[in-house]
T-cell receptor, first 112, second 115 residues
Framework: KNEVEQSPQNLTAQEGEFITINCSYS?????LHWLQQHPGGGIVSLFM???GKKKHGRLIATINIQEKHSSLHITASHPRDSAVYIC??????????????FGKGTKLSVKP | DAGVIQSPRHEVTEMGQEVTLRCKPI?????LFWYRQTMMRGLELLIY????????DSGMPEDRFSAKMPNASFSTLKIQPSEPRDSAVYFC?????????????FGSGTRLTVV
């Protein structure tokens, strides 16, 4: 079983729809990260969370530490949001401190 | 800061040749990571450094791969000899860590094709 699981793997939405991507993890973490990767592009860090909720523009990220679960929401989705969204965690266990453990990613396609 | 800088952006080489990928982290960041991304396996850690010292190289596939960080502003990942299965996108990332990360910055990646 992967330490970081994302769902769904693929998601197609119509422009304007509200989108939710989920991430569950099984290890102790110091922080959870949401990353974005456009086709053929680099990786951009969207959020780093250790508790609660963060908002940036139309993107909202939440985390529930007790349930080991995080969600990334996109409001009023737009075709330019089409990308792969990757959940990653950083542990605080010795020897691997600082390293990112990645989910497999969610490929989002927003149709006009 | 210009961010994490990787070079080259694209590399096409013949099997058996030596390949060197380069990375300049963000100034002041004390952790540097090398990741490999493939369609089949997603993002995988190859090696990471803390204050220029390799901490975990368990992800390095085999002896053909080696990485160095001679100073705080430069790291290399070398593959010798290269094989077609090494074809992937290689990302470098850096962060500053003081009990918790201040956020990770990724380079644009090097797309390696070994023919």
């Amino acid at each position: 079983k992967n330490e970081v699981e994302q769902s769904p793997q693929n998601l197609t939405a119509q422009e304007g729809e509200f989108i939710t991507i989920n991430c569950s993890y099984s290890v102790g973490i110091s922080a959870l990260h949401w990353l974005q990767q456009h086709p053929g592009g680099g990786i951009v860090s969207l959020f780093m969370l250790s508790s609660g909720k963060k908002k940036h523009g139309r993107l909202i990220a939440t985390i529930n530490i007790q349930e080991k679960h995080s969600s990334l929401h996109i409001t009023a989705s737009h075709p330019r949001d089409s990308a792969v969204y990757i959940c990653a965690v950083t542990g605080h266990y010795g020897g691997s401190q600082g390293n990112l453990i990645f989910g497999k990613g969610t490929k989002l396609s927003v149709k006009p | 800061d210009a961010g994490v800088i990787q070079s080259p952006r694209h590399e096409v080489t013949e099997m058996g040749q030596e390949v060197t990928l380069r990375c300049k982290p963000i100034s002041g960041h004390d952790y540097l990571f090398w990741y490999r991304q493939t369609m089949m396996r997603g993002l995988e850690l190859l090696i990471y450094f803390n204050n220029n010292v390799p901490i975990d190289d368990s992800g390095m596939p085999e002896d053909r791969f080696s990485a160095k960080m001679p100073n705080a502003s430069f790291s290399t990942l070398k593959i010798q000899p290269s094989e077609p299965r090494d074809s992937a996108v290689y990302f470098c990332a850096s962060t500053q860590w003081e009990g918790v990360s201040y956020g990770y910055t990724f380079g644009s990646g090097t797309r390696l094709t070994v023919v």
